[in-house]
């Protein structure tokens, strides 16, 4: 067994706002007590909520974003997205979005069509991944992930991880990342244990969506929206479940560039960010057809 990750914190959300008209998120971080987690940039947990059946998508629409990465996680419910880029797909439950804002790209983000006609509940989470300085120039993309290309890790008894994106006891996931970046789906049984390794040297945070967990044999993680923080130091997590629970672990190799950021836009400077600005108002990355 590899030396411990130790728990530096653990934090509830930073608060509380609505996306649009369609996502009523509480925001894990940044917060003032998990202001860099580099080279994540923001983690928003919408749900889980009801909706009642509508004859109008709900959501956000179209709007741009430029310098980072979104991921967004469908657990209940369905979210349909279109991009300037002309991509365009539907997630629904164990599916994931990855969009690469990279130089430039508006698109919107709403409510799947038979979610919203039958109503329900709706949880989903988002998650912002920063890019190194020469990636903020690339094409933007998109990788709509499906839960059958997600492979599925055990990791103890009645414990097991999904892989998003990097690496799980040297299982790959889909997704293609700039830096090194894991991203892993953790389910739990009441009763489960299991070891998590996460690589030394990295930013890495487990973030309880719903459930109740003791970390490491002492630090618990219970009741919704909570998120532990680990030292770079160490290589493994142990995880041991009081309830069935639902946790999203992320770990990544730190960005040492500067960071100016606005709104939609995450860049390195001042000049950048505004030179961001004006190439929305131009028109300049496009509109959703």
């Known amino acids: 067994m590899s030396e411990q990750k130790k728990v530096e914190g653990v934090y509830g959300a930073a608060g509380s706002h609505w996306v649009g008209d369609g996502f ?18 923001m983690l928003d947990y919408a749900g889980p909520a009801h909706f009642k059946p ?18 967004t ?9 279109r991009d300037s880029g002309g991509n365009a797909g539907t997630i629904h439950p164990g599916d994931v979005q990855w969009m ?6 508006v698109h919107e983000e709403m409510h799947g069509k038979q979610f919203t006609a039958e ?9 912002w991944v920063n890019l190194p300085a020469a990636a903020k120039k690339s094409k933007p993309g998109y990788q709509g992930i499906s839960s059958a290309q997600i492979p599925r890790v055990e990791l103890g008894t009645g414990a097991y991880g999904r892989v998003i994106a990097g690496e799980l006891n040297g299982v790959k996931g889909p997704a293609k990342t700039f830096t090194p970046v894991n991203v892993f789906d953790v389910r739990m049984e009441a009763g489960g244990r299991g070891e998590l390794k996460l690589p030394a040297g990295q930013n890495s945070a487990i973030v309880l969506l719903r459930g109740d967990v003791v970390l490491n044999g002492s630090s618990p993680l219970k009741g919704e929206a909570q998120i532990a923080r680990f030292s ?6 142990l995880l041991e479940a009081k309830a069935e629970s639902l946790l999203l ?5 730190p960005i040492h560039e500067p960071v100016a950021s606005y709104g939609p836009f995450v860049m390195n400077t001042e000049a950048e960010l505004q030179q961001a600005f004006d190439d929305y108002r ?8």
């Not at 009523?24 to 940039?41: A, G, I, K, N, Y």
């Open 24 to 41: 009523p998120v509480r925001t894990m971080f940044p917060s003032r007590e998990v202001e860099d987690l580099s080279p994540f940039l």
């Open 54 to 71: 509508s004859n109008r998508p709900r959501g956000v629409e179209q709007h741009p974003h430029k310098g980072f990465e979104t991921v």
């Open 73 to 81: 996680i469908a657990y209940q419910g369905s979210v349909d997205h």
């Open 100 to 105: 690469t804002a990279a130089s430039g790209i």
């Open 119 to 127: 109503g329900g509940t709706f949880e989903v989470v988002q998650l």
């Open 232 to 237: 770079e130091s160490g290589g493994s997590v």
């Open 249 to 253: 672990v992320l770990s990544g190799e």
């Open 282 to 289: 131009a028109g300049r990355m496009g509109h959703v057809g």
